[in-house]
């Protein structure tokens, strides 16, 4: 009897638990019990990697234009240097040397801060997706890497007191910066849902704004890390081949700018030849678009909007 009454709870257990997941909207898969949120945060982008030119193309546009630190350069084995610009204590543009050939990629991978990488592998490995294993980057922090449903490769980094990044911590900030903070990044994406099973239910990104050229039409998705202000853009209804111009308007990164107006004339100061003036974009907020030495856009953002959003309320909490 007791064995029956064990048997009937555990009954009972099981349909509470299909049950929650079913008003939540989420589905696991059999057997898998996903780690609870609480055990660790996602509070903003680390950093981006892209491939360019050259170390002196990169330097002029990273260092002299933006105004950003070199922090260090590191270089594994036989693999290729990697330069870091600082941004500021949490973020960083990581730079590679050596792009040449239109089908090569210049944006590589993107990096999200989190407060627990053991946390968070084991969460998205219950969920259904394949993380590499935790361990020690060539900068000396925690982290891992894992494909999201489209192929990418998104690392996760916990940062450590006693790597490269911790013991710059307060050091590198140079008052040259155009900016010193990375607000948002974005590239293309082929399928919303299928992306939105990475974002939205396994690492619960709320939504943050939508828009297009056009009424009707959502051109980009915005959506909010879940413990931090910045936020990653769907870069929706690409051409399916699109060309090497395309992919570097694309695949780009933002840095947030206060006074956009201020910022442009600081630009042409420094030799930058602008191919345009700063507008207000879709979003309503001030930008100001120029690119690597390889074509990458750089986007220059305000904080808030001036005019009022089109397409779809600017939900609070970003940057």
Known sequence: MQKNLVKQGMRRLTRSIALGAFIVGISFPAG????????????????????????????????????????????????????????????????????????????????????????????????????????????????????????RGIQFVQYLPDSLTGKLRGKLLSSRRIGDVLI???YQ????????????????????????????????????TPNGPDWLEYMLRAPEQPSLGQRGVLNHFSIGVLHMQAAYRTLVARGWKPTQKPQIGRDGKWQLNLYTSAGTRIELMGPHPVQTPCCSPMKPGSW
Do not use: C
């Open 32 to 151: 898998a019990a996903p780690m609870p949120s609480d055990h660790y945060q996602i509070t903003r982008i680390a950093d981006v990697h892209l491939r360019d030119r050259s170390a002196r193309a990169t330097q002029f546009v990273f260092g002299r234009l933006l105004g950003l630190d070199k922090a260090f350069t590191l270089r594994a084995g036989e693999d290729e240097p990697v330069t870091y610009y600082k941004v500021n204590d949490y973020q960083y543009l990581e730079v590679s040397p050596g792009w040449s050939s239109s089908s090569e990629a210049r944006y590589l991978t993107l990096a999200f801060q989190t407060t627990n990488a053991r946390a968070l592998q084991a969460h998205l490995a219950a969920f259904g997706f394949r993380p590499g294993p935790v361990h020690r980057l060539a900068d000396g922090n925690l982290g891992f890497v894992v494909r999201d449903p489209e192929g």
């Open 184 to 186: 948002h990044t974005g």
């Open 189 to 224: 994406v082929r399928s919303k849902a299928a992306e939105d099973r990475f974002y939205q239910d396994a690492l619960h990104f709320p939504e943050l704004w939508y828009g297009g050229m056009h009424l009707g039409l959502v051109d980009w998705f915005d959506r909010r």
